[in-house]
């Protein structure tokens, strides 16, 4: 069953940008809160960003992103896009993304608890190399 489909990976130089789009073929995403989340090989998950549901609209970065990273809705697609600019190698990752439906406010903790998404991507290669 698929839940999220994440899309826009692929390879870029340092200094380039990606966007990436995490859509819902089966439910409406903008009641949802939804994350971005980043793995690396032998590195600890880590949260990028998120954007709480419609009714707040509150976004989180994480510390290495912002500045960086945007976190958008795109309704007309029914999907969440992340736009990354100014990538380095250290952004280079499977993006992946997750959404709930609870209403609460994108945090820290809420992108560092296991399992706090209900819904899962696949994830996306992202890869920044010269």
């Known amino acids: 069953q698929v839940q999220l489909v994440e899309s826009g990976g692929g390879s870029v130089q340092p200094g380039g940008s990606l966007r ?17 989340f980043r793995q690396t090989p032998g590195k600890e998950r880590e949260g990028v960003s998120c954007i709480s549901p419609r009714s707040s609209g509150k ?4 510390d290495s992103v912002k500045g960086r990273f945007t976190i958008s809705r795109d309704n007309a697609k029914n999907a969440v896009s992340l736009q990354m600019d100014a990538l380095g190698p250290e952004d280079a990752a499977i993006y992946s993304c997750e959404a709930d439906q609870r ?13 706090y998404f209900k819904f899962k991507g696949q994830g996306t290669q992202v890869t920044v190399s010269l």
């Open 20 to 36: 990436l789009s995490c859509a819902a073929p089966e439910f409406t995403l903008d009641d949802y809160a939804v994350a971005w």
């Open 59 to 62: 976004t989180y970065y994480a």
């Open 103 to 115: 209403k609460f406010t994108c945090t820290y903790y809420t992108l560092s608890t296991p399992d």
